[in-house]
């Protein structure tokens, strides 16, 4: 496994500005998922996929986030507008869906947004 | 809703003596575990998981217990070196659906020399 990679590893945009983000899981891992983490908390849940469905979303993914999978690999996590609010490490990770290591998340370094 | 948390938000430690991190989790439909480690500007690193149909699991190095009457469980790291110096987070899981992790605050290992 080479694995989870992420790009890029740092953005920094201004205001209002469109950001996107891309994470290429473990090959072979079905199930990738996409967690904000902020200074000093714990990864937070956002949304994840199983293959190109796009299985489940978090109350925090408000309507200026988008996430994609469309061929069950790469997957690309765009904010609009994007405020300050929104400055944290966005981490990618992903899984086997089936065997004995199913459950075991596999996070990428993440993408450091801020957001001036 | 689910929350995980930890008692102690920095543990120091002398080098060669044992830690011990502590997390409590609140929903008791969780059924497995998974203690991460993160070092600064890196991602969280599986260290080591349990099943709630377990209350004891060794690795190299670590320990983890799970006490489900309590909701509590702990990490164990024997013999701490400085490499072993990092955030440490327990996340919890109810399994069968997307499996998505919830994590506590996290305890920031300090390892003295």
């Known amino acids: 496994d080479t694995g989870v990679s992420q790009d890029p590893r740092h953005k920094i945009t201004k205001r209002g500005q469109n950001v996107t983000f891309r994470c290429d899981p473990i090959?072979?891992?079905?199930?990738l998922y996409w967690y904000r983490q902020t200074l000093g908390q714990g990864p937070e849940f956002l949304t994840y996929?199983?293959?190109?469905?796009?299985?489940?979303k978090s109350r925090l993914l408000s309507d200026r986030f988008s996430a994609e999978r469309p061929k069950g690999s790469f997957s690309t996590l765009e904010i609009q507008r994007t405020e300050q609010g929104d400055s944290a490490m966005y981490l990618c990770?992903?899984?086997?869906?089936?065997?004995?290591?199913?459950?075991?998340?596999?996070f990428g370094a993440g993408t450091r947004l801020s957001v001036l | 809703g689910e929350s995980v948390g930890l008692h102690l938000p920095t543990l120091s430690v002398q080098e060669g003596d044992n830690s011990i991190i502590n997390c409590a989790y609140s929903?008791?439909?969780?059924?497995?575990f998974i203690w991460y480690k993160q070092e600064s500007g890196k991602g969280p690193q599986f260290i080591i998981d349990i099943r709630s149909n377990m209350d004891k699991r060794q690795g190299q190095r670590v320990t983890v217990l799970l006490n489900k009457t309590v909701k509590h469980l702990s990490l164990q790291i024997a013999a701490t070196q400085p490499g072993d110096s990092a955030v440490y987070f327990c996340?919890?899981?109810?399994?069968?659906?997307?499996?998505?992790?919830?994590f506590g605050t996290g305890t920031q290992l300090k390892v003295e020399l």
């Open positions: 090959s072979e891992h079905n199930r």
């Open positions: 996340a919890a899981v109810v399994t069968g659906g997307g499996n998505k992790l919830t």
């Open positions: 990770a992903s899984s086997r869906l089936e065997g004995p290591a199913k459950n075991i998340q596999y």
């Open positions: 996929f199983q293959n190109e469905a796009q299985l489940e």
């Open positions: 929903n008791s439909a969780s059924d497995y």
